[in-house]
């Protein structure tokens, strides 16, 4: 089955700070997410990115497919982005497929 | 409903008993998945279900684990003389029909955190 690889596995950041999370997968896709779970163990959805480039107010995503990688930006962290950050991917008409995830921890 | 729903919240149940588990999925939404999340990790598949055809169990770890779902909407998941391992979060999501080649969007319920004691 597809491979998602996500990086790195754990971040600590300082309020203020900008960072750039990275999910490789090892096969087309026609569905690629970002999630947020949250402290309380909700699944927020962020992005749903196969392909381009969007824009959320402080979060960003960028899929590039031909080359099978999709990157989340996050700028100015705030404490409540902390959580743990999931990439989602689905090949064709399957299941979807997670990432192991990056917990980020930012602190004020 | 305006989101996936899953009830009960939280189910404490003893080992050796037998437990269900319910998903609501958004109203008109054809697909239909269920997770678990063991405390600490990451998500683990367990079935998936697309419209009409024949469900993908594959990710089903014991054959003490089922799934239906009924008139292609609400979905149950039953576990069978339970053990402690089976202790973890599920999780369930929907998305809606997807055109040829195009994929969509799935969103999750709040989940069910299921304690074996």
């Known amino acids: 089955g597809i491979q998602v690889e996500q990086s790195p596995p754990d971040l600590i950041l300082q309020e203020g700070a900008n960072s750039t999370l990275r999910c490789n997968f090892s096969d087309s896709v026609n569905n690629l997410q970002w999630f947020h779970q949250n402290p309380w163990g909700q699944l927020i959805n962020l992005f749903y990115i196969p392909s381009g480039t969007k824009q959320n107010g402080r979060l960003s995503a960028t899929t590039v497919a031909t080359e099978r990688y999709s990157l989340l930006y996050i700028s100015s962290s705030q404490t409540t982005d902390s959580g743990v950050y999931f990439c989602a991917v689905r090949p064709g008409y399957s299941t979807l497929t997670f990432g192991k995830g990056t917990m980020l921890l930012v602190s004020p | 409903g305006a989101g996936v729903s899953q009830s009960p919240s939280n189910k404490v149940t003893e080992k050796g008993k037998d437990v269900e588990l319910r998903c609501d999925p958004i109203s008109g939404h054809t697909a239909l998945y269920w997770y678990r999340q063991s405390l600490g990790q990451g998500l683990e598949f367990l079935i998936y279900f697309q419209g009409n055809s024949a469900p993908d169990k594959s990710g089903l770890p014991s054959d003490r684990f089922s799934a239906e779902r009924t008139g292609g909407s609400v979905s149950t998941l039953t576990i069978q003389r339970t053990q402690q391992e089976d202790s973890a979060v599920y999780l369930c999501?929907?998305?809606?029909?997807?055109?040829?080649?195009?994929?969509?969007?799935?969103?999750f319920g709040q989940g069910t955190r299921l304690t074996v004691v």
């Open positions: 999501a929907s998305s809606s029909p997807e055109e040829v080649g195009l994929g969509t969007e799935a969103f």
